[in-house]
Nanobody, 112 residues
């Protein structure tokens, strides 16, 4: 089993920045993808960003140029740097490992 612990969520103003962190524990396989999803009220969970062990990344069109995903395999940690945040970025953000394991989510609220 893999346990994912997220941190970094909070309330920020539009245009602000926030950095989410997710640290995995348990049986970790660094060769698998890690990433971030988000779910806003009344909407389905959607992909935000994916990072593979080979260094490739993929982003939702809505966050390209604003968000950056990175990972530190030695620390079993994945990050999501979020810049130029918009109110529509408001959601619960979930860390994901190997498309199988999920964190409990951290709330990101963008509001003035």
């Amino acid at each position: 089993q893999v346990q994912l612990v997220e941190s970094g969520g909070g309330l920020v103003q539009p245009g602000g920045s926030l950095r989410l962190s997710c640290t995995a524990s348990g049986t970790i396989f660094s060769g698998f993808a890690m990433g971030w999803y988000r779910q806003a009220p009344g909407k389905q969970r959607e992909l935000v960003a994916i990072s593979t062990s080979g260094g490739s990344t993929s982003y939702a069109d809505s966050v390209k140029g604003r968000f950056t995903i990175s990972r530190d395999n030695a620390k079993n940690t994945v990050y999501l740097q979020m810049n130029k945040l918009k109110p529509e970025d408001t959601a619960v953000y979930f860390c994901m490992h190997a498309y199988t394991y999920w964190g409990q989510g951290t709330q990101v609220t963008v509001s003035s």
